[in-house]
């Protein structure tokens, strides 16, 4: 009884410094997984909350902000991935900022009246998410081409 006793605290315990230890593995693997998990979270947001409404778009931006912001605290250690870090940060930045704009056009124009001044709000509101969304679509594929790049390198042997 006593021996299975030590087992039930020892276990735990083991399990912790493994799990302890594995979360401060600087291995050139380690930091690709989490450099590419921080970039599945933004792109699984941005896949979720395709072609939503206006408050959907809005807090999608706010979303985006917060991988932003996750990307750059991230410490990554190997100078290429710092590097392919700093231009994930740009690409979230640049996306939520132009989703930003679409989601306040779209709302500019769910509120126009139906007059003069209101068709030209429409119309812009109209330019300003073509724009918007060109810029994001540009994005993504930056984005796109930079993700294989990172497997790439993350698959080479250190």
Not at 92 to 99: C, H, M, R, S
Not at 107 to 132: H, L, P
Request: net charge positive; hydrophobic share 35%.
């Amino acid at each position: 009884m006593l021996v299975w006793r030590k087992h039930i605290v020892i276990i735990p315990v083991g399990l912790s410094i493994a799990l302890l230890l594995s979360g401060c593995d600087n291995s050139k693997v380690a930091q690709c997984d989490r450099l590419m998990k921080a970039v599945s979270e933004g792109n699984a947001l941005i896949d979720k909350n395709k072609g939503q409404q206006v408050t959907t778009s809005l807090k999608l931006a706010s979303d985006l902000e917060a991988v932003t912001k996750s990307l750059k605290q991230m410490n990554l250690p190997d100078p290429e991935l710092k590097k392919y870090q700093d231009k994930f940060v740009k690409v979230f930045d640049t996306l939520g900022k132009q989703i930003t704009k679409a989601g306040k056009a779209l709302g500019s124009a769910k509120t126009a009246q139906a007059s003069q001044s209101g068709r030209e709000k429409i119309q812009k509101a109209r330019t300003d998410i073509d724009t918007a969304l060109t810029s994001a679509e540009t994005t993504a594929k930056q984005s796109d081409a930079l993700e294989a790049e990172v497997k790439k390198y993350c698959s080479q042997p250190e």
